[in-house]
């Protein structure tokens, strides 16, 4: 007799769905993110990051961190990042590398809309940390971190005993040039008008200093 054959229909893999509902979402992976996503992880709630275009925040374009407990002889900034990264994924935090791009809070549960994906969340954590103002000159971004600074509590210690310059004009320049006098021989505040915008008192602070000298009218053109 004839043997038949009898073809079976072939299954398609089962494509598994993104998973796009958390029960809580962490917009930013700096130190605050990555802090928040341990923590909420580790009480086992579904927690998502979205980490954005700079993940780790500031501290990845920072060499040494002094500051910090439980590094009695420093760590570099970008390793520190990596390894709070490495301790979120741990705890069960998923990270992915997004930008969110709008959100609606009318409503639970929250949306977020990144570039590629909508999102929904109980609960919303907005840790979008700060980004310095950049004076755009020639070798700002070369000698960032090589002497380029956007911290004085940070990185004022590593100046001992030499002379600063402090770009601007406001309660920040003030305030970051008098703290600065603790470690610098001198501090020079440039200021590209003819006078401050920093509150009375703040300017009054800076020019009682002995260690204070201002530049006014002078702009940076490059830095070598």
Same mark, same amino acid.
């Given at each position: ?61 920072? !060499?040494?961190? *002094?500051? +910090?407990? $439980?590094? #009695?002889?420093? @760590? ?37 809309? !990144?570039?590629? *994906?909508? +999102?929904? $969340?109980? #609960?919303?954590? @907005? ?98």
């Amino acid at each position: 007799g004839g043997t038949a054959l009898v073809e079976r229909e072939k299954k398609s893999p089962e494509i598994q769905e993104k998973k796009t509902k958390y029960d809580v979402i962490i917009i930013g992976a700096g130190p605050a993110g990555y802090t928040a996503g341990i923590y909420c992880a580790r009480a086992r709630y579904e927690t998502l990051i979205i980490s954005g275009v700079l993940p780790g925040g500031q501290l990845v374009n920072t !060499t040494e961190v *002094e500051n +910090y407990p $439980g590094f #009695a002889q420093g @760590i570099m900034g970008p390793d520190l990042m990596t390894d709070m990264r490495a301790q979120t994924e741990r705890m069960g935090a998923t990270i992915v590398s997004d930008e969110v791009v709008n959100v609606d809070f009318r409503q639970k549960p929250f949306k977020v809309l !990144t570039a590629e *994906e909508e +999102y929904e $969340g109980r #609960a919303i954590i @907005i840790c979008t940390g700060a980004n310095p103002r950049k004076l755009k000159v020639t070798g700002e971004a070369e000698l960032s971190g090589k002497g380029v600074s956007y911290c004085a509590t940070c990185d004022g210690a590593f100046f001992r005993n030499q002379e600063i310059l402090v770009v601007g004009g406001g309660d920040s320049a003030m305030e970051e040039a008098t703290f600065l006098t603790k470690f610098a021989s001198m501090v020079h505040i440039s200021h590209r008008r003819d006078q401050l915008r920093a509150s009375k008192v703040m300017q009054e602070r800076a020019y009682d200093n002995p260690k204070i000298k201002f530049h006014l009218n002078t702009q940076v053109e490059s830095i070598e």
